[in-house]
């Protein structure tokens, strides 16, 4: 205890005189990402915005991956089952994922490496949605399929959805 009272009074004291040490930069780096994961391009943009004008924010960044501390990997995992757990589909997590700063590779074996079925995930969101029973008319269908289109996922699984009704 006596010792997190230590590192926010030398924080403080850092603060105040405005100096902005590679430490203070790490300590708030370890900060962000004690709360969740984050990928390399977030968490530099965060610190770049917490720390506006300071050099170093690669460099803590660098080394917060290279001690492990920071993965893109796990960060894509994690983003992926999250937007899962919502009910997101592929082509949406994927633009998601890049505008996080992702590799394409990275991108494709976190999303393809999947453990659930991207048409049983559009056919259990549109039950939870619309129910269980088939589209009435064009326009329900329609409006069915805007509606897991927005939620990003392919027109293959969007098909599925559509001719199964939970009858599997």
Request: hydrophobic share 45%; net charge positive; aromatic share 8%.
């Given at each position: ?14 603060m105040e005189q405005n100096k902005i040490t590679p430490a203070s930069l790490r300590f708030a780096a370890m900060n962000l990402l004690a709360m969740r994961e984050h990928s390399a391009k977030e968490l530099h943009n965060k610190l770049e915005q917490k720390f506006p004008e300071t050099h170093g924010v690669e460099q ?109």
């Open positions: 205890m006596a010792a997190y009272a230590a590192i926010f009074l030398s924080m403080a004291l850092t803590v960044v660098r080394d917060l991956t290279a001690d492990g501390l920071q993965s893109d990997d796990r960060f894509a995992q994690a983003f992926v089952n999250m937007r899962k757990r919502q009910g997101k589909g592929p082509l949406i997590i994927n633009m998601e994922l890049r505008e996080r700063g992702i590799t394409g590779e990275l991108i494709s074996e976190s999303v393809g490496s999947s453990d659930v079925s991207w048409h049983q995930l559009a056919l259990s969101v549109k039950q939870k949605k619309f129910g269980t029973s088939a589209p009435v008319d064009a326009k329900e269908k329609a409006k069915q399929i805007r509606f897991l289109a927005a939620r990003g996922f392919a027109s293959a699984s969007i098909q599925y959805a559509l001719k199964n009704h939970g009858e599997d």
